[in-house]
């Protein structure tokens, strides 16, 4: 004989869990359409400069020791970090919104 739980058990057990805090992920928020308008891949660094301005900061570029590993620069805006390969975007990342916001390490320096 198998035991079928009845419907109204689970329901009424998650309701009583719905009380626990959740946390922001920055995963959920960046499935999400840009609350900002970021860079799109391709752009070069003198484009993403005239539409978005000076970045906070240009963290040290990594690679290039060899051919096959391309320098690697990235720009850090406050919503978010741009990479660069070369002088053309490559990827656009980004950064928690707050403290409370569950995301990636800061970049390393």
Same mark, same amino acid.
């Given at each position: 004989?198998?035991?079928?739980?009845? *419907?109204?058990?689970?329901? /009424?057990?998650?309701?009583?869990?719905?009380?626990?805090? /959740?946390?922001?992920?920055?995963?959920? @928020?960046?499935?999400?359409?840009? /609350?900002?308008? !970021?860079? *799109? @891949?391709?752009?070069?660094?003198?484009?993403?400069?005239?539409?978005?301005?000076?970045? !906070?900061?240009?963290?040290?570029?990594?690679?290039?020791?060899?051919?096959?590993?391309?320098?690697?620069? @990235?720009?850090?805006?406050?919503?978010?970090?741009?990479?660069?390969?070369?002088?053309?975007?490559?990827?656009?990342?980004?950064?928690? /919104?707050?403290? !409370?916001?569950?995301?990636?390490?800061?970049?390393?320096?």
């Amino acid at each position: 004989m198998t035991h079928r739980p009845n *419907t109204f058990v689970l329901l /009424a057990l998650l309701a009583l869990c719905g009380g626990a805090r /959740a946390d922001t992920l920055l995963v959920e @928020r960046a499935n999400q359409a840009p /609350a900002v308008a !970021q860079p *799109t @891949r391709g752009l070069t660094m003198g484009e993403v400069e005239a539409r978005f301005g000076a970045p !906070q900061e240009k963290l040290d570029p990594r690679g290039g020791q060899k051919r096959q590993w391309p320098m690697i620069n @990235r720009w850090v805006y406050p919503q978010f970090i741009v990479y660069f390969e070369k002088n053309k975007v490559i990827d656009v990342v980004a950064r928690q /919104a707050d403290s !409370q916001e569950i995301g990636p390490k800061p970049p390393i320096r």
